[in-house]
């Protein structure tokens, strides 16, 4: 697990000059140090904050010694030394020794007293704890605060700590009486207490006494070392012998050129160094990555991880704990270091250690209501099977499994995940069952090779169990990785500390044609540089998965207004957070500024400056993005009601400001986590959006063919890129499965919407009234309907009889409704006229995609958009029942004005469904699509218009189709020359609840 990942970190001090964040004493060199990793506040990652190894345990609460990046890698006896700290007191973080951690029960994690004033707020309600009322807490060891000072108490009111026991681990086998401060209660405080947790099993108590009462004084008793640990600890001394003998009498430069010669790339750093070259001696020299063909693998716990690049997008994310390997040679001119000389390869395979991995490690899954998460990696990863007596064939079931990134082994041993044999086998006992039986290894059938692809492992390997033994499967092969919903690894208040004072915008001054960053503190005096009359002036962009970064790079060159002076501004960070950090250097000329900027955007970006037209990207280095400084919003001006001049009428004037509110727009830009500095509504583009589309495409298809999960990372990453989001402290989500490709896609349909808008909004008012303006450049008539009139009532009777009663959170009650008329639609509605079966159907949608609809008509997904989430292929959708399309009208209770269509559609002959089909195209002689619903209008209070248009205006009945999936009836047309949009209801919903 890489050490971003993980919150803890271990290693020999390099040298002396480190100091215990605890104690500020310094750390000295080659001691064991340990590290709580905390975001840095300057750039976009995280740092450890060391600690003397006793000062580590008054700060850490470590349960795992897992949780510890490099904790595999260090001396046997270390290893050891934490494992015994974390089984006797270290998993609480309470206390330094461990005499002191025996004091205690529970361990100081939880605490009651008084409240000594009113001003402590509980952790669970959040109200003030009233003063000298019992509070109980709970330690917090993961805050900035906890950190630099100690662990911190969260406190409660009693019946908050009650509700939430189970969440803050204080179980019901639990005794009252072993929190920290119980005895200095009073009596009634302390039945209450008794009443309310229950007097739990006293079992940490008893466990004090047994310890007292065994002949060992106290002590823990040794357990027996196993297999796996022998070779462990054997494989560990054999490493650090070859270490300490290669720090003694091997030069680092001699180091380099071994590895050199080897064919293997140069670690930076002389710890790394020497963890390389002893890596080598003792198991073979590296063959390169077999996925991306170039990278240079190195070890970890978990596997040996690759450091090469799979595209110019993505990290290759190979790991393996069966690298291919070749001898390391050692060449004469070496021969005068008596072990260089001595040494022989001997070729060993490295043994691993049983790793639980962190749920909260690694990239974060789209699958957040996914109890157990979901891989997107091979299911069987570096998992070793033996085959027995089969059925099918030995080949075929051997690629099956290596398909699935498993390895098939020829003995069995405690490491082995399964055996796959037969029933027959079993009973016969032969060598092999014997064997497996002695290592206590689950013995399955051929099935199970074929139901892991599509499954949890471990509980599979259980179910198509053919044998009565079997120890269980974590202990042999550890967890496997799951995914699961984004988090920071942090706490909220942490979180907020670097999110909660973000400017939701910056006024920036604009001279010659570019913004001066305001961060440089120079725009009263200085304007941005222009060279060959283009502005010296580039925002960059880095996402990436893998890592759970989101970083952005500024760079300007400025210079005076007034006189003959020039800077290099520079700004980096976390998107959306205050992580970060900027400079301004001065420079000595013009000439300085410009070879500066153009030197730091090679740098960061790996292209020249003069060929920024033509970028090519390149492997973890930034991408520039086009950014709007807010120079636009002169052009668009909120629309103001009072004042205006039109003399259109209000009801129509309601709607205009409505459907051009660019509040509302900028509002739905930021639900979908879109960042608004990178990405404003000013930069939206339909190419940008197309190629968006095309990326979810890509992914729709990885997902649908069992892609790799590096091919899924790469164009997840590209896709950020194109639509640069806010995420905050959390880690991007990894756009792995089609609900999320749905999301994305709603995500792009309506930012397409939101482009047509603002495209309008900055077209001008030629001198005319803005709403006036803005209403002209709709080219779409409205008129509104008299609510007294026979047309007015036949459409609230519409609105309420077709009110699904699934749909009963809300009521809808008509507030206006306009006859609308979309210049040319008639002309292109024309030929379908004369088709049977035209109805009025509702279309649902959010206001701020208004704008675009009434201007350019409904219109069909692009061919560039994914076909996930389509029921029925890719068209315009209608339904008969109103609640059914208001519920795409995305409303709240704070937001419940909204607007809705209904359309003439021309259905023509349907092509009748009970369950999803990609339509595509219709079969001959079809003309729309109907999806049938198990309750829809009674026919029979049909309303047929003069000119032939059906309302089906009735009350919800059973539709008679009792084997249909769908609850009620879709319409679809393929063809947008169908629709002809007859009226605009502005809908007001009634909220319930």
């Not at 065994?214 to 560990?236: A, F, P, W």
């Not at 962190?358 to 997107?376: A, E, I, K």
């Not at 305001?518 to 925002?539: F, I, N, R, Y």
């Not at 749905?742 to 900055?762: F, G, H, P, R, W």
Request: hydrophobic share 35%.
């Amino acid at each position: 697990m890489p050490h971003h990942d993980l919150p803890f970190q271990a290693e020999y001090a390099k040298s002396g000059r480190a100091g215990c964040k605890a104690c500020k004493g310094n750390i000295s060199q080659d001691s064991l140090r340990l590290a709580i990793m905390v975001q840095a506040p300057t750039f976009d990652g995280k740092i450890p904050t060391w600690f003397h190894y006793a000062c580590f345990w008054k700060r850490a609460k470590c349960k795992n010694p897992d949780d510890i990046y490099n904790f595999h890698a260090l001396r046997w006896d270390d290893q050891q030394k934490i494992k015994d700290k974390i089984g006797v007191g270290g998993g609480t973080g309470a206390g330094g020794d461990h005499e002191d951690t025996g004091s205690h029960p529970l361990d100081g994690e939880y605490s009651t007293e008084y409240a000594k004033s009113g001003k402590s707020k509980c952790r669970g309600c959040e109200e003030f704890i009233a003063k000298d009322s019992v509070r109980i807490s709970q330690k917090e060891y993961t805050s900035q605060r906890a950190i630099m000072y100690g662990p911190q108490d969260l406190w409660y009111h009693v019946d908050c700590f009650v509700e939430k026991r189970d969440e803050l681990g204080f179980t019901t086998d639990m005794d009252p009486s072993m929190i920290k401060g119980f005895g200095k209660l009073k009596p009634e405080d302390k039945t209450m207490l008794y009443e309310k947790l229950g007097k739990g099993k006293k079992t940490a108590t008893k466990r004090k006494q047994d310890a007292k009462k065994d002949g060992n004084g106290g002590k823990k008793v040794k357990k027996e070392e196993t297999e796996e640990e022998k070779t462990l600890r054997e494989q560990s001394k054999l490493l650090w012998d070859m270490r300490d003998k290669l720090s003694k009498d091997v030069s680092n430069a001699a180091m380099k050129l071994l590895l050199e010669l080897n064919k293997q790339e140069i670690p930076s750093g002389e710890s790394k160094l020497l963890d390389a070259v002893a890596d080598c001696l003792v198991f073979g020299a590296l063959e390169k990555c077999k996925e991306c063909k170039d990278g240079q693998l190195y070890y970890t716990a978990e596997g040996y991880c690759c450091t090469g690049n799979v595209t110019e997008w993505t990290k290759c994310m190979n790991v393996t704990k069966f690298p291919t390997r070749k001898a390391f040679k050692i060449p004469k001119e070496f021969h005068d270091v008596p072990f260089l000389k001595a040494y022989k390869y001997v070729k060993r395979e490295r043994a691993f250690p049983v790793v639980t991995i962190s749920s909260t490690s690694g990239l974060v899954s789209s699958c957040m209501d996914s109890v157990d998460g979901v891989s997107t990696s091979k299911p069987l990863r570096d998992m070793k099977f033996v085959l027995g007596k089969l059925k099918g064939s030995k080949s075929e079931v051997t690629k099956a499994i290596t398909d699935l990134g498993g390895v098939v082994v020829s003995k069995v041993d405690a490491k082995t995940a399964a055996v796959i044999s037969s029933k027959e086998e079993v009973k016969k006992e032969s060598k092999t069952i014997l064997e497996a039986e002695k290592h206590e290894v689950h013995v399955v059938n051929e099935d199970f090779v074929k139901a892991c692809s599509n499954g949890d492992v471990l509980k599979l390997i259980s179910v198509h169990s053919i044998a009565s033994w079997g120890s269980p499967i974590e202990k042999r092969i550890g967890q496997r990785p799951t995914k699961s919903a984004p988090k920071s690894g942090m706490s909220a208040r942490d979180e907020a500390r670097f999110t909660k004072s973000v400017p939701a915008k910056l006024k920036m001054m604009v001279k010659g044609g570019a913004a001066v960053d305001p961060d440089s503190e120079l725009a009263d005096k200085a304007h941005v540089l222009q060279d060959d009359g283009e502005p010296l002036t580039a925002v960059l962009g880095l996402v990436d998965i893998a890592r759970g970064t989101n970083s952005f790079y500024k760079l300007q060159a400025l210079e005076g207004d007034t006189k003959m002076s020039y800077w290099l501004f520079r700004a980096w960070g976390r998107v959306g957070t205050t992580i970060g950090g900027n400079k301004v250097e001065r420079c000595g000329s013009r000439n300085s500024v410009i070879s500066n900027f153009k030197e730091m955007y090679l740098q960061k970006t790996g292209n020249n400056w003069e060929d920024r037209k033509n970028f090519q990207k390149v492997p973890s280095k930034f991408y520039p993005l086009e950014i709007d400084y807010g120079q636009d919003d002169e052009e668009v001006k909120k629309l103001d009601l009072e004042n205006s001049t039109s003399k259109l009428p209000k009801g129509v004037q309601e709607i205009i400001r409505m459907i051009f509110d660019v509040e509302s727009m900028k509002k739905a830009m930021m639900e979908f986590e879109i960042d608004m500095k990178k990405m404003p509504l000013g930069k939206l583009s339909k190419r940008q959006i197309q190629s968006a589309y095309s990326i979810l495409t890509e992914l729709l298809k990885l997902i649908d063919t069992n892609g790799s999960q590096t091919q899924i990372v790469d164009a997840t990453n590209r896709f950020y890129t194109a639509i640069p989001h806010d995420f905050g402290m959390k880690k991007p989500t990894l756009l792995d499965t089609a609900k999320i490709i749905k999301q994305k896609t709603d995500m792009l349909d309506n930012l397409m919407e939101i482009e047509v808008a603002y495209s309008l909004l900055k077209g001008g008012d030629d001198g005319d009234d803005p709403i006036t303006a803005h209403y002209n450049k709709l080219k779409c008539e409205m008129e509104p309907l008299d609510p007294a009139s026979e047309e007015f009532e036949r459409l609230k009777t519409y609105t309420k009889n077709t009110h699904a009663t699934t749909h009963n959170m809300y009521d809808l009650e008509v507030l206006d409704v306009m006859k609308i008329v979309r210049q040319g639609e008639k002309q292109t509605f024309r030929p379908f006229k004369e088709l049977k079966n035209r109805m009025l159907l509702w279309h649902g949608s959010r206001t701020t995609n208004f704008a675009g609809i009434l201007s350019q008509g409904l219109r069909i997904a692009p061919p560039e958009a994914p076909v996930t989430g389509y029921m029925f292929g890719k068209g315009v959708y209608f339904a008969d029942m109103v609640s059914k399309s208001a519920n795409y009208c995305r409303t709240s209770k704070t937001d419940n004005i909204a607007l809705m269509l209904l359309c003439e559609v021309a259905l023509g002959n349907m092509y009748e469904l009970k369950h999803s089909l990609f339509v595509n195209p219709l079969p001959k002689g079809k003309h729309s699509t109907k999806g049938i619903g198990r309750t829809c209008p009674d026919p029979a209070s049909d309303y047929t218009s003069p000119d032939g248009v059906v309302i089906p205006m009735g009350m919800s009945v059973d539709s008679g189709v009792n084997d249909s999936s769908l609850l009620y009836n879709e319409f679809i047309v393929y063809d947008t020359a169908q629709i002809n949009m007859k009226y605009l209801l502005k809908m007001k919903f009634n909220y319930k609840y």
